[in-house]
C-alpha cells in the first residue's frame, strides 16, 4: 500500500471517485478540529489509527493512539486552551489509501505563571485507509510551529 510509494513500485490501480474521496477526508478534518475545540479526547483518539505518530514542535515523536490520546487529553486540559485550524489542501493520493490534509493551527494556553503563551503554525495529517472497512483513520500528525521558541505543551505530554 502506502509503502509501495516510498520503494517507487507501481501501486495497484484503484477505482475511486478523487472529489468524493477528497470530500470524505475534509470532513473528518472537520471531526478533528470540532473534537479539539470541544475538548474531547475521545472523539480524536476514534479518528486515530493504532499505528499513528504525533509529531510535536520541539519535542519527541508520540506513537501509538493510546500514548496520543493520553498526549491529547493532558493538551485539552491546560489551563486557558484554545486551538482553531484554518485548512489549505486536502489530497488523496491515486493508490486510494493515503490522503493528506494541511492546515494553519493557532494555540494558546495559559502558562506555569498564569501568562498567556500563544503559537501557531502548520499542521499536516496524513490519512491511511484501514482494512478490513475501508475507514480513514490518523496515521500522523504533525505540528510545525512558526512562532514557538522554547517548549509546547504537545512536546511536554
Known amino acids: 500500500m502506502a509503502t509501495r510509494l516510498v520503494h517507487d513500485e507501481t501501486p495497484p490501480p484503484v477505482e475511486m471517485n478523487p472529489e468524493a474521496e477528497e470530500d470524505q477526508i475534509r ?15 475521545r472523539g480524536l483518539s476514534e479518528l486515530l489509527s493504532e499505528r499513528a505518530v504525533m509529531l510535536p514542535p ?3 515523536s508520540i506513537k501509538g493512539a493510546e500514548e496520543i490520546s ?4 493532558r493538551i485539552l486540559a ?3 486552551f484554545r486551538m482553531t485550524f484554518e485548512p489549505q489542501r486536502t489530497n ?5 489509501d493515503v490522503a493528506h ?5 493557532r494555540l494558546a494556553w495559559n502558562g506555569p505563571d498564569g501568562r498567556p503563551v500563544r503559537d501557531h503554525g502548520n ?8 482494512d478490513p472497512d475501508g475507514s ?3 496515521r500522523s500528525n504533525v505540528f510545525y510551529s512558526r512562532s514557538l521558541d522554547g517548549a509546547c505543551p504537545l512536546s511536554a505530554c
Open 70 to 73: 493520553r498526549a491529547w487529553q
Open 101 to 105: 490534509d494541511i492546515s494553519r493551527y
Open 136 to 138: 480513514w483513520k490518523v
Open 92 to 96: 488523496v493520493y491515486p493508490t486510494g
Open 58 to 60: 520541539n519535542g519527541d
Open 78 to 80: 491546560l489551563p486557558g
Open 123 to 130: 499542521h499536516l495529517i496524513v490519512w491511511e485507509r484501514c
Open 27 to 41: 470532513e473528518l478534518g472537520f471531526r478533528w478540529t470540532k473534537a479539539v475545540a470541544r475538548r474531547d479526547a
